[in-house]
């Protein structure tokens, strides 16, 4: 599965290296002596994140491609221009049914978190008239005009798109580790101003003290000479220094066998290096800076070794840098902490950012509190004009009491009966007739006389 062990360096080979089972030179090693578990073999190797925003996504369509043998046939005789040209891609309407349908599916769940992030991103801002099909253009890893199937333009654009980011992977990282440490160092001069003389001097001889302290570190050894490679050998490997062999230590350190060092099998290398200068235990040393080390040690070896630059080191090339003078009599190395990480300028013009920065910020925090100032305001004038209507209605309420009407209810009904020989709630009585009116057209007769005398 060596395509996907690439996925965090170039995606040159990203394609080339998909499923390929290139066997490395059998050597014979007692692994009885080695330091710690080997790999077992068939063992499934994790694969670092490649950082890239469509990672899942990429390594689903690897892991689909690799259940189709006519697709794994053609990968390992195609050549690097095969697959940056596109020629490879074509080879797409071979795959089985099964295989179009599971990445037909893969594509649509991808548009679907894609056009869901947009909708997250765009309602964040509260717009409205979202025009997703527009958005989806800044996807460059998928053809967003068909977004149901997976079409051979789609793996075209995938493995493009993978290659160019991962390309300026490194780039970005160095880029992010240099912001990183002018922000250090403006956050520190920022936090001097606002001590008196005494303080700052403390805090100064604090700094100082500290630097020194972490540039007092043993000899780190040239990155990829026979020096460091031996030091590895014997402490990590645990095998006799007198008995380093370049063949048997590339083997050791090839984790999954694939015949290659990449860009993680490297950096495992670099370990023992790295752990003469940085501690995480110790407040003076950064592991930030740590890794940024690694980052330099491994471009460094892959310099000097990778011959056709596609960023994976073969037991050739291997060997061969080992014949070169400068493994044997390397040039010594200088850690971050000897160099100058940033110009003088470069934070002056870095500092001009975030203060600049920090105005737009501070401009929207006034106009958000403006507004916040002005929906008081029309609150309390909202509230204002509440309570003068009620005061009008209860004046207008005493005012008919006064001239003996009575207040009506909100549908206009009587709030309370007028005098009369009934209570309230109580029927008024009807006389001769009981609690009953009289039909309509009735004429009631009148009462007997009760003074009359019937003979």
């Not at 095969?82 to 020629?87: A, L, Q, V, Y």
């Amino acid at each position: 599965m060596k395509w996907l062990s690439v996925l965090p360096q170039q995606c040159i080979l990203l394609m080339t290296c998909l499923l390929m089972a290139l066997e490395a030179v059998p050597i014979d090693i007692d692994k009885t002596k080695v330091k710690g578990e080997g790999h077992v073999e068939g063992e499934k190797v994790e694969n670092p994140d490649t950082g890239l925003y469509y990672d899942e996504y990429l390594r689903q369509v690897i892991d689909v491609l690799e259940t189709d043998k006519h697709f794994r046939e053609k990968l390992q005789t195609a050549d690097i221009e095969e697959i940056k040209s596109g020629k490879l891609s074509r080879e797409l309407d071979l795959v089985s049914h099964h295989v179009r349908t599971r990445l037909d599916e893969l594509k649509r769940q991808e548009v679907a978190r894609l056009r869901m992030l947009i909708k997250a991103k765009m309602d964040s801002v509260q717009d409205t008239g979202i025009d997703h099909q527009a958005l989806l253009k800044q996807f460059e890893h998928l053809n967003h005009q068909n977004p149901d199937t997976f079409e051979p333009k789609d793996l075209d654009m995938l493995i493009k798109a993978a290659t160019s980011d991962l390309e300026n992977y490194d780039k970005t990282r160095h880029e992010e580790f240099k912001k990183y440490e002018m922000m250090k160092e403006h956050e520190r001069r920022e936090y001097l101003k606002t001590l008196d003389e005494e303080k700052r001097q403390r805090e100064e001889s604090k700094f100082e003290e500290m630097k020194k302290k972490h540039g007092d570190h043993p000899k780190v050894h040239h990155p990829g000479s026979k020096d460091q490679l031996k030091e590895v050998w014997e402490e990590a490997d645990g095998l006799d220094p007198n008995e380093f062999d370049p063949k048997t230590f590339f083997k050791l350190h090839d984790v999954n066998n694939d015949g290659f060092l990449d860009e993680q099998e490297l950096e495992a290398l670099f370990t023992k290096e790295l752990e003469k200068v940085y501690d995480p235990k110790n407040e003076e040393d950064d592991m930030v800076e740590m890794e940024e080390e690694r980052l330099r040690m491994r471009e460094h070896v892959m310099n000097e070794v990778d011959i056709n630059k596609d960023r994976l080191v073969t037991l050739e090339e291997f060997l061969r840098a080992t014949e070169k003078k400068e493994f044997l009599e390397p040039d010594s190395w200088e850690t971050l902490d000897q160099q100058q990480l940033f110009t003088e300028d470069e934070l002056k013009e870095f500092e001009s950012h975030i203060s600049q920065q920090e105005d737009e910020l501070r401009k929207k925090a006034e106009d958000l509190q403006k507004q916040k100032e002005e929906l008081q305001r029309q609150h309390d004038q909202l509230q204002a004009q509440k309570q003068e209507l009620q005061q009008v209605v209860k004046q207008m309420e005493q005012k008919k009491l006064q001239q003996g009407n009575p207040p009506a209810g909100p549908a206009g009904e009587l709030k309370f009966q007028p005098p009369g020989d009934h209570k309230i709630g109580e029927a008024p009585k009807h006389p001769a007739g009981g609690d009953h009116l009289p039909p309509p057209g009735h004429v009631q007769e009148p009462a007997a006389r009760t003074d009359q005398v019937h003979p």
